[in-house]
């Protein structure tokens, strides 16, 4: 191997070997993203060679303390979980580096950047219904407030709550789904597991009764149904979503319905994992369902589907209520 191989030259073969690998393009956009970044702070025609320790250690804290992604918004930083992701991907860069052509591996003395963890905010189920009632119809006009007009896109729009609602999928795997993935004779859904770069096996997942009565009754109103096309679809030519559609689209139905947080997408997987729990079902199934590789994050969801069970008894224990 050319010891004076560039930077962009090094980022060019990782690409083109996580490309091979069958990484998602959403995977493949991260990982270009945050080694942009590194060439941006260190420069294109750096020697990959020459980057040592201390100068990635540099360039991580100029993410968290300096970084301007936007000139129209100088006061912007990037959080802590974006410093964090870029922590991540740059030790996968290097460590294929190491395999492909044994360079040392200069990430592996940094300790990973600290990020808060996001505290999980399930909806209820009022909030569902809200968001359901504000699938149907548009806001009041502003001259009119008593009318209000059936949206287009009601029956489209519904299936989308019920579906995430009762399936738990990621937002990309989501977007990725085509009609033959998806049996509404039976309900169950064929997920790929490559989504967001967490290797190509497959799972299944499952629809109840409403949500396939929701998802056939949408599906009528297409033009198409070809085992190829998007399940979900938007625009006239029917596109796939993509995930920023996704979320603007749950968004303003949040809007719409009056909620005081935001609604998207990984509202819904939160809320099946810790209604799957509180509704019987087990750790070990739930993380087949949501295609968790160790039982880490579903034991965040056990842990407060257990705290809402401590809670209801409190407030219905039979001797505390009757006073014995």
């Known amino acids: 191997m050319n010891k004076q191989i560039s930077l962009s030259q090094a980022i060019e073969g990782f690409l083109l070997a996580k490309s091979a690998e069958g990484k998602s393009h959403y995977t493949i956009r991260n990982y270009t993203l945050d080694l942009n970044r590194l060439t941006s702070f260190l420069g294109d025609n750096t020697p990959f060679t020459a980057i040592t ?109 019920l579906f995430l609602l009762d399936t738990g999928v990621r937002a990309q795997e989501f977007c990725e789904l085509t009609i033959g993935k998806a049996s509404l004779k039976t309900g169950k859904v064929k997920v790929a597991g490559k ?42 030519d029917e596109r796939p979503f993509e995930r920023n559609v996704l979320r603007r689209l749950l968004n303003r139905m949040g809007e719409r319905a009056g909620l005081s947080k935001s609604v998207y997408p990984h509202r819904f997987r939160h809320t099946f994992a810790i209604n799957f729990l509180r509704n019987g079902g087990n750790l070990f199934e739930l993380q087949r369902l949501l295609g968790h590789t160790s039982l880490k994050m579903v034991m965040r969801y056990a842990r407060i589907a257990e705290s809402d069970t401590e809670a209801a008894h409190r407030q219905a224990s039979p001797v505390d209520n009757w006073r014995l």
């Open 53 to 161: 320790t201390d100068d990635l250690r540099r360039f991580l804290s100029y993410l968290q303390d300096e970084y301007v992604p936007d000139p129209q918004n100088p006061s912007r930083r990037l959080s802590a979980k974006t410093v964090r992701n870029t922590y991540i991907t740059l030790s996968s860069f290097w460590t294929w580096a190491e395999k492909e052509f044994e360079a040392r591996h200069v990430v592996r003395p940094i300790a990973i950047p600290e990020a808060p963890k996001k505290v999980i905010e399930p909806l209820t189920r009022e909030e569902v219904e809200a968001l359901l009632n504000a699938c149907k119809y548009t806001k009041p006009w502003e001259n009119h407030p008593g009318t209000r007009t059936r949206r287009a896109t009601y029956l489209r729009d519904r299936a989308i709550v």
């Open 195 to 236: 989504a967001l770069g967490r290797g190509s096996k497959e799972r299944i997942v499952y629809l109840g009764k409403s949500a396939r009565r929701a998802t056939w009754r949408y599906l009528q109103t297409r033009e198409w149904q070809r085992p190829d096309d998007p399940l979900f679809a938007t625009g006239p």
